[in-house]
């Protein structure tokens, strides 16, 4: 399973790159493969102010509804469009073209409580 | 409970659910791709957890008559029909397939989860002259279906598939029928327990893909055929979901014509109806409120994403004057509403 080395990671199996104060906020290879064919995605709009924990976005694969949870505190700054169209960018690119939606980070103090790759390889290991 | 295929699912990579009180596979390679397969070329479904129940003696037809509401006297041996056993109120209490094995030999395939509720009902109101067995923990069964079964039956039974659906063939310690639930060609194999790993093995070798219970569920509702506890229930009769044709009026009783025929004389007050998404369509899922002019009217009973249209697809009991194809109706999901159409029965058709 891949766990990219450049992320953190929440316990609900979102990633955050953090690029100066912006994050960029998608699910992780795991929670693709455990979710199945992704058929719908429906990503926070824009300018919405989330607190860390939020239910962010929806996306549902043929199984199952799954909420998406904001790993931090911040404002909305970008939703992927290309996700809406082509839920299965989820699956096939996790980590990339399926990016949820990038957010400005109001308390980067907040990362420190998300895992670190070891931490959260760890936990999908269990 | 688990079937006696349950090893040979993790091994296949089956991940398994509860089905009202079975593990079962939900899926194996994936649904889209599964059920891909199955509308392509041919899968296997392990349908072990289904009740069989035997029925003989001089008086089984007059019994099933007065039981079930397909007219089992006008089935030949070596046929099965689909049919319905209803309560007083003419409630479904299950669907089932009668086989019938000979003059005086059935065999009914029952669902899973209404074994013991089929079973105790029949028991209750046995007839003279017949011998009601209920060997559901014997037989195991798999479903093989999609436009390539024909070839597998060739190979497992070495004799062509017949073409027509519903018939029934004896083969050595089992029953072949060519039904499903699928809308594809294909056939249903019930044989004893202690076969099932070599049936399996077999299937899977004549190059069959293992299928789960979530593409049986896509498959079956772009078909619209309903799923027992979920799109049939004691509240609703066979009027109201759609399956008057399985329904003989012309028999002198059985239980629930009674209020049948009062409920066709008033009119049908709804109808389980065929719900299609409108452009951009969420997967539907039973029970989310459907809506007709900001009115409440009713809920899914059964809902997906239909792999074949690419949109969600549900069906439910609409009130009759809603439940015309080209109906526009409001769905809930999460709190918003989406829209989608009525449309005609089944939602998928393959391309002729």
Redesign the interface.
Same mark, same amino acid.
């Given at each position: 399973m891949n766990v990219p080395a450049n992320l953190r990671y929440a316990e609900s199996h979102e990633w955050i790159l953090v690029e100066g104060d912006t994050g960029t906020v998608g699910i992780t290879d795991h929670a693709q493969a455990e979710l199945t064919d992704i058929v719908f995605a429906e990503p926070p709009v824009l300018g919405k102010s989330l607190r860390a924990g939020d239910v962010a976005a929806v996306i549902e694969s043929v199984k199952v509804a799954s909420d998406i949870y904001s790993p931090v505190t911040g404002e909305v700054l970008a939703r992927n469009e290309a996700i809406e169209h082509s839920p299965a960018l989820l699956n096939t690119d996790p980590f990339g073209a399926g990016w949820i939606f990038k957010i400005r980070l109001t308390n980067p103090a907040e990362l420190d409580a998300l895992k670190d790759p070891a931490a959260y390889r760890a936990q999908i290991e269990e | 409970m688990r079937t006696p295929l349950y090893e040979a699912h993790l091994a296949a990579g089956g991940r398994m659910v509860d089905f009202s009180g079975w593990e079962m596979p939900?899926?194996y390679s994936?649904?889209?791709?599964e059920h891909q397969s199955v509308r392509e070329s041919a899968g296997v479904f392990d349908v072990s957890h289904m009740g069989e129940f035997f029925v003989s003696g001089p008086g089984s037809v007059a019994w099933l008559d007065g039981l079930l509401t397909n007219k089992v006297a006008s089935l030949k041996p070596g046929n099965a029909h689909y049919s319905l056993l209803l309560n007083e109120r003419g409630g479904v209490i299950d669907d089932l397939l009668v086989y019938r094995l000979g003059a005086e030999e059935f065999l009914l395939v029952v669902n899973a989860s209404m074994i013991e509720e089929d079973a105790g009902w029949m028991k209750g109101r046995l007839g003279e002259g017949v011998v009601f067995e209920n060997r559901s923990a014997e037989f195991a069964a798999l479903a093989v279906q999609g436009p390539a079964s024909g070839k597998v039956f060739e190979k497992l039974f070495g004799c062509p598939m017949p073409e027509d659906r519903n018939r029934v063939l004896e083969i050595e310690e089992g029953f072949v029928v060519t039904t499903g639930y699928t809308g594809e060609k294909g056939f249903e194999w019930v044989f004893p327990s202690a076969e099932a790993p070599c049936a399996w093995r077999q299937v899977l070798e004549s190059g069959v893909k293992p299928c789960g219970l979530?593409a049986r569920d896509?498959l079956r509702l772009e078909k619209c055929y309903p799923l027992n506890g979920s799109d049939l229930s004691p509240d609703h009769t066979p009027l109201e979901a759609g399956l008057g044709f399985f329904v003989d009026f012309t028999k002198p009783d059985f239980v629930g014509k009674e209020a049948l025929v009062a409920q066709k004389a008033a009119g049908v007050p709804r109808r389980l109806s065929a719900l299609e998404g409108i452009g951009?369509?969420? @997967?539907l899922?039973p029970h989310y409120p459907v809506f007709v002019h900001g009115v409440r009217v009713a809920e899914t009973t059964s809902g997906?994403?239909s @792999?074949s249209l690419g949109r969600g697809i549900a069906m439910a009991y609409l009130p009759v004057e809603f439940s015309q194809p080209g109906q526009e109706v409001e769905i809930e999901v999460?709190g918003k509403k989406f829209r989608a159409c009525v449309r005609k029965k089944p939602l998928y058709q393959k391309a002729p």
């Open positions: - | 939900v899926q994936g649904i889209l791709d979530g896509t951009k369509s969420p @997967p899922r997906a994403h @792999p999460r």
